[in-house]
């Protein structure tokens, strides 16, 4: 049972309900960093990982310390109960986000200079990306997609944030490879930039669509 | 050349437009626009955080130490989400249940972060409240305009009454989020194109007449 709701995570995350293509998350870093498919996938996997690890603590800390069910605050008001914290949510994950980017970006600066140079300013902008607390949010509200409409559990949360960020390194890549065939290609003038990156967008969002069949 | 007050207001919805200029919030603006409902609503919200938020952090920009800006930059925002959030759980439930996801990640709105950014931290409370109402004007406006065009093609229908009338086909597309993308490539094209118009009968005018 468990195996077969983390299939169904993954298979919905990636391909049929695509963060980019279907949710519409990140699209800054879509239309921003798919010039090349070398920065594309630095991009990708970067994102990926931040994913994974949001995932993780944000639950931990919507679980522990912000849901009155499960909290540990409770043991400090001497039987009062734990309060209810969860108005506190967007706040705390969205520090913790921002902790989260700013020790990768240390990390990164330190020990692979050359992918911090080639990321540049969407590094410190990963901070605001909505995939990161798109995925920590749909995280404690339930998959309703596959009709789990209470919070995931812990292992859900982790291959959500996972599969998410998979799909969304996969997006990047195609794009980028598009993009990089695109450049050879006379393109009216007004329709260079964004909005031919947007036709495309819709296209593969289009192609995307054929996906849905895989629902089970 | 200090510009006056109702210019504040103004350049946010023509030259500094958030979406269709500055490409900004781009992710809000094609999630939530399936109909115009919801696209008014998710501006309306996204104005009253822009205007709260450029309001204050322009009245603690004297205090803020420039290296921790963006940090705290994000607690104010995230702070007003969260009271627009609970507002509107209260006041709108059903296009709070709409909107869905895309409320809390109001916070991570570009749009907020570049007024801050840009222009809260170096003006005055009252031009910066009036900075973050045109640019939350501007975000409303290209919303209801992307929403309207979307809500139209795509199910014949504005606000819900049917204007297309009876022989009319929805376009199904244009509510998916193929149809999001399409038409925003489009009407950035179309302003483009625009400007490369007016930019070359400029150029046509200075050379005739030096």
């Known amino acids: 049972m468990e195996i077969k709701v983390l299939f169904m995570i993954i298979i919905y995350s990636v391909l049929i309900q695509n963060f980019v293509l279907s949710r519409f998350l990140g699209l800054c870093p879509f239309f921003g960093c798919s010039q090349r498919i070398s920065s594309a996938i630095g991009m990708g996997c970067a994102i990926t990982f931040v994913m994974a690890l949001a995932s993780a603590i944000t639950w931990i800390v919507y679980t522990y310390l ?44 330190k020990k692979v200079p050359s992918l911090y ?10 901070a605001t990306n909505c995939a990161i607390l798109g995925v920590a949010v749909l995280n404690v509200e339930g998959f309703t997609a596959i009709g789990i409409h209470t919070k995931l559990t812990f292992i859900q949360s982790v291959t959500q944030g996972v599969a998410g960020g998979a799909g969304f390194l996969l997006i990047l890549i195609l794009m980028a490879g598009l993009r990089e065939k695109m450049e050879l ?32 | 050349m200090q510009r006056t007050l109702v210019q504040e207001v103004t350049k946010g919805i023509t030259i500094e437009n958030p979406v269709f200029r500055l490409l ?24 009253f955080v822009l205007i709260c938020s450029n309001g204050m952090l322009s009245l603690i920009r004297g205090i803020i130490p420039p290296k921790i800006r963006i940090p705290i930059y994000i607690i104010v925002i995230a702070t007003f989400v969260s009271i627009m959030e609970m507002m509107m759980e209260v006041y709108t439930p059903a296009l709070h249940k709409a909107l869905g996801i895309f409320v809390p990640l109001i916070a991570v709105n570009c749009i907020i972060f570049a007024r801050a950014e840009i222009f809260a931290g170096k003006n005055g409370v009252g031009r910066s409240m009036l900075d973050g109402l045109g640019a939350g004007l501007g975000f409303t406006l290209s919303l209801a305009i992307l929403a309207g065009i979307r809500e139209i093609l795509g199910d014949g229908k504005l606000l819900g009454y049917p204007v297309m009338g009876q022989s009319y086909e929805p376009i199904l597309l244009m509510i998916l989020p193929a149809g999001g993308f399409f038409i925003l490539g489009f009407l950035v094209a179309a302003l483009k194109l625009y400007d490369l118009r007016a930019e ?10 030096p």
């Open chain 1, 117 to 126: 140079r080639a990321l540049g300013i969407f590094l410190p902008l990963m």
């Open chain 2, 24 to 47: 900004l919030g781009l992710c809000p603006s094609l999630a939530v626009t399936t109909s115009l409902i919801n696209g008014l609503g998710m501006g309306v919200a996204a104005t």
């Open chain 1, 66 to 109: 912000l849901d009155p069910a499960t909290s540990i605050v409770g043991f400090f008001t001497e039987g009062n109960g734990a309060p209810d914290l969860r108005f506190l949510r967007t706040i705390s994950f969205i520090l913790v986000i921002a902790v989260l980017v700013q020790f990768i970006e240390m990390f990164l600066q």
């Open chain 1, 185 to 216: 290609v006379t393109i009216p003038e007004s329709m260079k930039g964004v909005p031919i990156a947007c036709v495309t967008g819709g296209l593969m969002a289009l192609a995307f669509m054929g996906f849905s069949g895989l629902s089970f």
């Open chain 2, 200 to 209: 070359a009968k400029k150029s046509v005018l200075l050379a005739s007449n």
